[in-house]
């Protein structure tokens, strides 16, 4: 079934990088774009950009400019988001979601901590 | 970046009452509004898109409308598997936006 799984549960210290990686299966990966937000506890939901699986095109929030990557693995219908520089405010459940069937799916979410 | 203002920010309704949240837009969106579901310790669930086009599997309780800035989500009937927190998302440009969220809980 169309589905996205993403990676377990991390816990870095101050300073650190994360890279969460989303799994797709049962569609065309490289046909959909792929989001990333996240969610802080207790908060809303923030957009941190978009990829084209396709080529590999990115766009980014302006607020995580020059800290976030997101890039794909063709081969195994993976994207990744990493983000350099963590500090506590990022501590958060990440998601990726596609446009595969407008804003869906979406993966179960990955806790980032970030706690020294 | 456009500011998505969602109202109320919480409410309390009882089985069978017809409940809506508003969201408006501090920018024209034309029609690209999202409206999502999210229950604690879950992803959120996309409901409806372009404004009033209900996902596949969303009841037909659920229903959107609204245009320019303006937006709207109805429920028509209430139902206790309807609690949890809504959001609106505009897509007319990057940086996507959401709403703050509404808070639904069943009496």
């Known amino acids: 079934q169309v589905q996205l799984v993403q990676s377990g549960a991390e816990v870095k210290k101050p300073g650190a990088s994360v890279k969460v990686s989303c799994k797709a299966s049962?569609?065309?990966?490289?046909?959909?774009?792929m989001h990333w937000l996240r969610q802080a506890p207790g908060q809303g939901l923030e957009w941190m950009g978009v990829?084209?699986?396709?080529?590999?095109?990115?766009t980014y929030a302006q607020k995580f400019q020059g800290r976030v990557t997101m890039t794909r693995d063709t081969s195994t219908t993976t994207v990744y988001m990493e983000l350099t520089s963590l500090r506590s405010e990022d501590t958060a459940i990440y998601y990726c979601?596609?446009?595969?069937?407008?804003?869906?799916?979406w993966g179960q979410g990955t806790l980032v901590t970030v706690s020294s | 970046d456009i500011q998505m203002t969602q109202s109320p920010s919480s409410l309390s309704a009882s089985v069978g009452d017809r409940v809506t949240i508003t969201c408006r837009a501090s920018?024209?969106?034309?029609?690209?509004l999202a409206w999502f579901q999210q229950k604690p310790g879950k992803a959120p669930k996309s409901l409806i898109y372009?404004?009033?086009s209900l996902q596949s599997g969303v009841p037909s309780r659920f229903s959107g409308s609204g245009s320019g800035t303006d937006f709207t989500l109805t429920i028509s009937s209430l139902q206790p598997e309807d609690f949890g927190t809504y959001y609106c998302?505009?897509?007319?440009?990057?940086?996507?936006?959401f709403g703050q969220g509404t808070r639904l809980e069943i009496k």
């Open positions: 979601f596609s446009h595969y069937n407008w804003f869906d799916p």
């Open positions: 049962g569609y065309n990966f490289i046909s959909y774009y």
């Open positions: 990829i084209n699986p396709s080529g590999g095109s990115t």
């Open positions: 920018q024209g969106i034309s029609h690209y």
């Open positions: 372009a404004t009033s």
């Open positions: 998302q505009q897509y007319s440009s990057h940086p996507i936006t």
